[in-house]
């Protein structure tokens, strides 16, 4: 059985720093490029990042280009969001997911979803 385990969201205040981490099992993780969406309540569920299975190619979302990494650590099983600068609008329930092979920014694409970790931002 495949599990995807976010955890490391909570409340911060804006400018802080949070780093997000996603622990997977039941999959062979070096296989599986890796991404986070996020969701903001009545907002699509939209692309933040995605790692590749080596982690040598990294995609961001123009909106947090410059401010979030992804990462991930084959070793661990985990893969790592580390979210600077955070604004308000960062606000959302963010989610990893795996996918078989290779990344993509279309969440219908990815084989295993997370339940979620909530990331709140105040101004």
């Known amino acids: 059985q495949v599990q995807l385990v976010e955890s490391g969201g909570g409340l911060v205040q804006a400018g802080d720093s949070l780093r997000l981490s996603c622990a997977s099992s039941g999959l062979t993780f070096i296989n599986y490029a890796m991404a986070w969406f996020r969701q903001a309540p009545g907002k699509e569920r939209e692309f933040v990042a995605a790692i590749s299975k080596s982690g040598s190619t990294r995609n961001y979302a123009d909106s947090v280009k410059g401010r979030f990494t992804i990462s991930r650590d084959n070793a661990k099983n985990t893969v790592y969001l580390q979210m600077n600068s955070l604004k308000p609008e960062d606000t959302a329930v963010y989610y990893c997911?795996?996918?078989?092979?290779?990344?993509?920014?279309?969440?219908?694409?990815?084989?295993?979803w997370g339940q979620g970790t909530q990331v709140t931002v105040s101004s």
């Open positions: 997911a795996a996918r078989f092979y290779v990344t993509s920014l279309d969440g219908s694409e990815y084989d295993y």
